[in-house]
């Protein structure tokens, strides 16, 4: 099993819930999720990173007037990325099941 950062499995989880979508599309839900800011850029090293191990596969989109004729990079989940994500899943399911719950009686230090 090969762990991935957390950014590479939030991306992979959104890709996932749709059946594709681009950069801009990625980065929005990104935000709406977590009310935090990632940079276009950002996204592109994790979803090419992604491409490389074959969890993610892309294509382009039509050419497109608001773009100035320029055509968009569309991302889509392989069924290899959904096996990936749902093992680590199942992983981290496993060790939560482990955890001790601290005493509590400390504070939330």
Known sequence: ????????????????????????????????I???SISLPAIHVVVKRMEKKGWVKSKFGEPTAERGGRRKRLYQATPAGYYAIKEIQETKSRLWSTVIIPNLKYGHS
Request: net charge negative; hydrophobic share 45%.
């Open 1 to 32: 099993m090969e762990l991935k950062g957390s950014l590479e499995e939030i991306i992979l989880i959104i890709l996932l819930q749709q059946e594709e979508c681009h950069g801009v599309e990625i980065m929005q839900q990104y935000e709406s």
């Open 34 to 36: 977590f009310g935090l």
